[in-house]
């Protein structure tokens, strides 16, 4: 079964809406990524978390981390019809750093 | 963008074939990952190279292989295609292969048929 699983597997809100995506991994990790995908194309980069960190902000996107129940979120604000995309975590396992594992994503889809 | 350049964007193989994907990664970076994405699914890695040397590798079959170069960009053989080999293959980079941040290129879109 997948290390990392989001949740929920699609999402479909109305534009200037909040959209809240969750991740659950299963094993210990060094950080957790998260990353948007437009239909066909490459990932795109959003926020690292160091599993000592608890919650990191980077404009209207804000990221928490929580260790003790192996799992973060992803809070989306003020959503625009340009954030439609699927995200996906990835987790950065201890040992074997180097290796990510992705879950299946969240697909969002934003209304306008 | 992430400064990580991929070639081809499509090709489209017969089954049997052999395919080599291309990767340049961003400035500076010293280490390449690849990862097979088939379609509604998450990236699977496939195996990261640092410093010319893999450095590790998912549960892929041998036939899988790949190079770094002196530049640290780096190539994806598949050899012997099979049909499930059909799917994006994404090309990472990052500076040290230890839990660092990944960027992404848009990937080769890979059909066979």
């Known amino acids: 079964s997948q290390q990392g699983e989001e949740d929920p597997q699609a999402l479909s809100i109305q534009e200037g809406e909040n959209a809240t995506m969750n991740c659950s991994y299963k094993?210990?990790?060094?950080?957790l990524q998260w990353y948007r995908q437009n239909s066909g194309r490459g990932l795109v980069h959003l926020i690292l978390i160091r599993s000592n960190e608890r919650e990191k902000h980077s404009g209207r996107l804000r990221v928490t981390l929580d260790t003790s129940k192996k799992s973060s979120s992803l809070l989306i604000t003020a959503s625009r019809a340009a954030d439609t995309a699927s995200y996906f975590c990835?987790?950065?396992?201890?040992?074997?750093?180097?290796?990510?594992?992705f879950g299946t994503g969240t697909r969002l889809k934003v209304l306008a | 963008e992430t400064g990580v350049t991929q070639s081809p964007t499509h090709l489209i193989k017969t089954r049997g074939q052999q395919v080599t994907l291309r990767c340049s990664s961003q400035s500076g970076h010293n280490t390449v990952s690849w990862y097979q994405q088939a379609l509604g699914q998450g990236p699977q890695f496939i195996f990261q190279y640092y410093r010319e040397e893999e450095n590790g590798r998912g549960n892929f079959p041998p036939r899988f292989s790949g190079l770094q170069f002196p530049n640290y960009s780096s190539e994806l053989n598949v050899n012997a295609l099979e049909l499930d080999d059909s799917a994006l293959y994404l090309c990472?980079?990052?500076?040290?292969?230890?839990?660092?941040?990944?960027?992404f290129g848009e990937g080769s879109w890979l059909t066979v048929v």
């Open positions: 094993t210990s990790i060094n950080n």
């Open positions: 990472a980079s990052s500076l040290g292969g230890d839990g660092n941040t990944i960027y």
């Open positions: 990835a987790t950065a396992l201890i040992p074997r750093t180097y290796k990510y594992i």
